[in-house]
């Protein structure tokens, strides 16, 4: 039998991703191991052959959690028969070779989907270092019934596989993550997880499919669960929402009184301008764009827009039209999230720096993107640089280039305040929020 020790912290760090990763080994393999849950005070480690530490880098905040946990470990064990394994959506924006270096402890990190390396890892059926996953199929499962109740946020999935598209900006389309799960496997899931009073249900799909999450409404209105909540990433613009959402809209208020049960639905904008979502192969229209606004304030679907700024390569007119439109939409804009650019050695416009004039300064350091000091400071996969301006026409720094464009954020950070508004009525904790015993 193997013992897997995964750190758990009421309050920030709690690791959900594990959770799944083990309910995946629960159900696509014969491994038998127990879950044992650790803190900081490292009370319950055992460090003997054949147990295991999987951690999971989601946040920056989580590295220096990670350090202080080895640390902890050498402080309490001379030698460590203990394997660590580090994985995390954040790893592949790390020096993992780096951390390595300064962690020895570390037997093995997984970048990318870590489902099947896993089983391969505690069977011992490959080595130990670094194991990064390009492809590969992820076959279908659910959260175990075991770890419901350590949980935060309840994740589902409809069509994982990896988002279609290719921005330019983004590394997102590299990865390959889910296969696809059915509505019932989905709905079998939320039936299940009402039961322990999960009432909450993040759903993350690069691309949703609009037409499965109505169809799972559908289920969920006959099964009168009324009190259910979706917050939901991967929305996207280039789909008609006022004929998928308008009938299951019309029903779900009949029944209800209320509006759709959507918390919350993200939709990546990133910027209005044909000419330079074109430049991005970013495959939607301004028009798009404008209908989707029109449905969800119509509807009444509470929506998160995401908006890029400071992306290179955006021309003087697309820059003012961009402007002109957050300005004249301000008032309509449920709420929306500003995100600045950072260039990743991941995305096409690192591999076309001339292409879209820019000059790299260097490559950040972690302690550059947090305001707590790591123990080691390692470098990530993202780079200082500057970018030429049409307007200037001169290269400007990012500290330039945020001030360029204070000009619009004015307009964002009225929504992004008024959002902060909206949800402090929301209990704090996710926990508290997807699992609620009063309904
Ligand atoms: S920005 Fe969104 S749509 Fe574009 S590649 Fe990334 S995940 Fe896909």
Request: glycine share 4%.
């Amino acid at each position: 039998m193997k013992r897997i020790f995964v750190y758990r912290d009421e309050i920030f760090h709690n690791q959900d991703p594990i959770f799944y990763i083990l309910s995946y080994i629960k159900q696509h393999s014969n491994i038998k191991f127990t879950t044992e849950l650790f803190d900081l005070s490292l009370s319950n480690i055992i460090n003997v052959e054949n147990s295991y530490l999987f951690f999971s880098i989601r946040t920056i905040n989580e590295y220096i959690l990670f350090e202080d946990i080895i640390y902890y470990l050498r402080q309490k064990f001379k030698t460590l028969n203990l394997k660590i394994v580090l994985g995390g959506v954040t790893i592949r924006f790390l020096d993992y070779k780096q951390i390595l270096e300064y962690y020895p402890e570390v037997s093995h990190i997984v970048v990318g989907s870590g489902e099947e390396i896993t089983i391969k890892i505690l069977s011992e059926d490959v080595s130990e270092g670094v194991h990064e996953i390009t492809k590969g199929i992820i076959k279908n499962y659910t959260l175990d019934l075991e770890y419901y109740d350590y949980i935060d946020t309840p994740l589902l999935y409809f069509d994982n596989n990896r988002c279609i598209n290719s921005c330019k900006f983004c590394e997102r389309y590299n990865i390959i993550l889910h296969k696809r799960n059915s509505v019932e496997q989905i709905f079998n899931e939320i039936e299940k997880m009402y039961i322990k009073k999960y009432r909450v249900f993040y759903i993350f799909d690069n691309i949703l499919n609009q037409r499965k999450f109505v169809r799972l409404l559908e289920y969920c209105l006959r099964a009168k669960m009324y009190n259910v909540r979706f917050i939901i990433t991967g929305g996207y613009c280039g789909i008609d929402y006022e004929k998928i959402y308008k009938p299951i809209a019309k029903e779900w208020k009949k029944a209800t009184r209320n509006d759709m049960p959507i918390h919350t639905i993200a939709v990546g904008l990133e910027i209005y301008s044909q000419d330079a979502l074109n430049l991005y192969g970013k495959k939607i229209t301004t028009e798009q764009i404008d209908n989707t606004l029109k449905v969800f304030n119509e509807l009444n679907i509470n929506y998160l827009f995401y908006i890029l700024h400071g992306l290179p390569g955006v021309s003087e007119k697309s820059f003012f039209e961009h402007k002109r439109w957050i300005e004249e939409n301000s008032k309509n804009i449920n709420s929306v999230k500003v995100n600045y650019f950072q260039l990743s050695s991941l995305t096409y416009i690192y591999k076309h720096l001339d292409q879209f004039k820019i000059r790299l300064l260097g490559k950040k350091k972690i302690s550059e993107m947090m305001n707590k000091k790591p123990r080691n400071d390692i470098d990530t996969e993202f780079y200082y640089y500057e970018l030429f301006d049409e307007e200037s026409n001169k290269y400007l720094t990012m500290d330039e280039l945020i001030k360029k464009y204070d000009q619009i954020n004015y307009y964002c950070h009225l929504k992004e305040k008024k959002r902060g508004q909206s949800f402090k009525k929301m209990p704090f904790k996710w926990k508290r929020l997807c699992k609620s015993s009063k309904s």
